[in-house]
């Protein structure tokens, strides 16, 4: 049973909270932009360091000073035992420390290096070259050093499928999409431009192993369909066929693509189509200083960071998700309605609003436009996550014009409804793109390829549409329902999205309470006793991203300022802000802050794909904490008072305040101010669409 707001709550913690909740949000405040925005850094693994190095290798324009800045960074990921991880404390991973490896030799390095000869004998124990996953070995079959013959076939013609028809671009996730359809043009002209050395280092000598062919599964009705194509590419490659259909594909791939550069000049916001793209449309002709190719490389700038004399390479940007995230935390944290900075973040917010038709339409034609993307540009992908939070942060500020918040946001509600899936839940980019046979494909071994529903994208979209009076009530139950039937039999939802069963209870049980869900339920008692159960003994919450493969680590980990304050988040939501666990988590929180307000977090406690690839965002161990510490201080004062600003609390960001928050400032600051804003106004002028003809 819940305890009652401000039993058992000593004054003296809600002093130590106050003050842990003051700094914080001062150092958040101090991040912001100018233009009203956050971004924290985005930090991945060195895969996106060393295909950036071997892409411009491939295409002759590597510069000197960047290859050493980017080896330098590469070289500071390395683990002790010579390997690279894919996540902070995470196991060397074979394909990571390949395309590590390669990419330092084309630096420079040489094998002989005691870190060189660490990694590659990590290589071989593991298998080799011959065990690195399908995009590794096209990266190599790129210098020569693999045969594409022995690479799974990706045929352009692909793109040629309808919609209606099984295994078309439209069954893919749209980050899988975007790299598929250019990786096909890729696959079919078979380039092969040779390094100054080999990497015979690397080899064990043994062939990577095969399915064997059979019609009794996907997998082996694929490998017989796979050996078919590679016929047909043999043919292709003799130009037996190459001036009618193949001609034909290749030249709708290549429109399907350069149709969806972005603003920024990148594809979807993310690196891997973007990286994809640009080999695709150099070896359709594009050259260097082709505007497509140019604007691609000139926005990749954008995406690196430069510090300390080493230049890495963010995969993605986030700061329209981080902006919202900001201002609710702002708003938990008693900052006011109609603070300037919340009206400077609420109107950047606005103006980030998706107003063209994206690849989502090809399923959802008549869902009218609206809604957000994560970044900065990315206009044909809209998600159903970040709409969600948009809208409840716009709810948090007191614009002077309210009739363009409510517009807005009406627009963002219908476009959210529309994309519900027929189970009644929500994925992040599509609505059913659930077709499970794509993972049987023999090149599908790279993370995930569909965007099925999860517990808590569905669980943001039911806390917003709880809140606005013009939702459909039905929706909401139907959804309600599809959590219910998700909750694991401990008690905790999976996360998609973040670092797991943590991060999908810390979401779910807020949903299921503002949608009407009483906090004695059974489900959000089960969801409670998950949460007790597995608090560590610093009073913190974390899980490490191995929970994804091995069951034994639901729940278990090193604490972080961002898992507790989604622990938090639940059970302040559940009525036990005043039980011992949530008050040990915050008494974590406070003690563990360091002096400047902020979290130390090297852990990644976010998922791009669960098994396969995590993400450390910068303003997660800050947001996160800052709603958290306001929401509880809500919870236990008597009366549920909201808690107080200090007057002395700055009015604008002060960027040179300290030198930690000027490096902080610098990096949110992006590679142009104000730029991304004035470039997706005029992307939403075009509005020209996607739909099935576009393939």
């Known amino acids: 049973m819940s305890v009652e707001r401000g039993d058992l709550v000593p004054p003296a913690e809600h002093a130590g909270a106050s003050a842990a909740l003051s700094r914080a949000r001062s150092h958040l405040l101090a991040l912001q932009s100018p233009h009203g925005w956050w ?167 043994r062939r990577p192993s095969r399915p064997r062919p059979s019609l009794r599964d996907w997998k082996g009705r694929f490998t017989l369909l796979d050996r078919v194509l590679h016929g047909y590419e043999r043919l292709a490659a003799r ?6 259909v ?18 920024d000049g990148g594809w979807g916001g993310i690196q891997p189509p973007w990286v994809y793209s640009i080999l695709a449309l150099h070896l359709r002709g594009y050259a260097l200083d082709h505007p497509v190719i140019a604007r691609a490389f000139e926005g990749l700038e954008g995406f690196t960071i430069r ?16 902006t919202a995230l900001a201002t609710i935390a702002l708003s938990d944290a008693g900052v006011a309605p109609d603070d300037e900075r919340l009206v400077r973040a609420a109107t950047w917010l606005l103006g980030e609003e998706v107003r063209v038709r994206g690849d989502w339409a090809v399923r959802r034609p008549d869902v009218p436009t609206g809604g957000w993307s994560f970044e900065f540009a990315n206009d044909n992908y809209p998600d159903v996550d970040d709409t969600a939070e948009v809208v409840m942060a716009l709810r948090r500020v007191a614009l002077p014009d309210a009739s363009a918040v409510d517009a807005a946001v009406a627009r963002g509600v219908a476009w959210l409804e529309g994309m519900v899936s027929s189970d009644g839940a929500w994925g ?7 077709r499970q046979i794509l993972y049987q494909l023999p090149f599908s071994d790279f993370g995930a390829v569909i965007d099925p529903p999860s517990a808590d994208v569905t669980a943001h979209a039911i806390e917003m549409l709880s809140d606005e009076r013009g939702a459909d009530p039905e929706r ?86 961002s898992q507790t304050a989604w622990a938090l988040l639940a059970l302040v939501s559940a009525g036990e802000a005043a039980g011992a ?44 904490p800052v709603t958290a510490l306001g929401r ?46 004035r470039a997706r106004s005029s992307r939403r002028r075009r509005s020209s669409g996607t739909s099935e003809a576009d393939a």
Request: charged fraction near 25%; include cysteine.
């Open 246 to 263: 193949r001609e034909a594909a290749l030249a709708a791939a290549e429109r399907w693509v350069v149709r969806r550069q972005e603003a």
């Open 307 to 322: 510090r300390d004399a080493t230049r890495m390479l963010e995969a993605c940007q986030s700061p329209v998700w981080d």
């Open 428 to 434: 992040a980019f599509d609505a059913d793109n659930m």
């Open 39 to 205: 971004k924290g850094d985005l930090e991945t693994n060195v895969t996106m360091d060393a295909e950036d190095l071997m892409l411009r290798a491939f295409l002759g324009n590597l510069e000197t000073e960047d290859a050493a800045a980017s080896a330098r960074w590469i070289r500071s990921q390395q683990r002790e035992d010579g390997t690279w991880a894919n996540f902070f404390g995470g196991p060397g991973d074979l394909s990571t420390t390949v395309e590590a490896y390669i990419a330092l030799r084309i630096a420079g390095d040489t094998p002989s290096e005691p870190h060189m000869a660490l990694a590659s004998r990590f290589v071989r124990e593991r298998g080799g070259l011959e065990a690195s996953r399908v995009f590794t070995r096209i990266w190599l079959a790129l210098f020569g050093l693999w045969s594409w013959d022995e690479l799974p076939a990706l045929p352009p013609e692909l793109i040629l499928l309808p919609a209606r028809i099984p295994l078309n671009v439209y069954d893919f996730g749209c980050w899988a999409r975007q790299t598929v359809v250019a990786l096909t043009i890729v696959a079919a002209y078979r380039p092969a431009r040779a390094l100054p050395f080999a990497i015979d280092e690397l080899r064990t000598g």
């Open 476 to 561: 909401i139950r139907r959804a309600v329902a599809w959590l219910r039937e998700a909750q694991e039999p401990d008690g905790a939802w999976y996360g998609r999205w973040g670092v797991n069963y943590v991060y999908g209870t810390g979401a779910v049980v807020p949903a299921l309470v503002a949608a009407g869900t009483d906090p004695d339920d059974p489900a959000v008692r089960r969801a409670v006793a998950f949460l007790e159960a597995h608090q560590n003994d610093d009073g913190g919450w974390g899980e490490d991203i191995r929970s994804y493969d091995d069951p034994t680590l639901r729940g278990e980990g090193v604490s972080t300022a």
């Open 239 to 244: 130009r037996l066929v190459r001036s009618t």
């Open 581 to 624: 666990a949530a008050r040990r988590g915050v008494a974590f929180l406070a003690t563990t802050q360091r002096a400047d307000g902020n979290w130390d977090e090297p852990w990644y406690t976010g998922t791009g794909f669960p098994g396969d690839f995590y993400i450390n965002y910068g303003l997660y161990r800050l947001c996160f």
């Open 632 to 677: 509880w201080l809500r919870a236990v004062r008597p009366g549920g008072e909201a808690p107080e600003v200090a007057s002395a609390l700055p009015h604008a960001p002060d960027r040179a305040a300290t030198p930690d928050a000027a490096a902080e400032q610098d990096a949110a600051d992006g590679p142009r101010d104000g730029a991304p804003g």
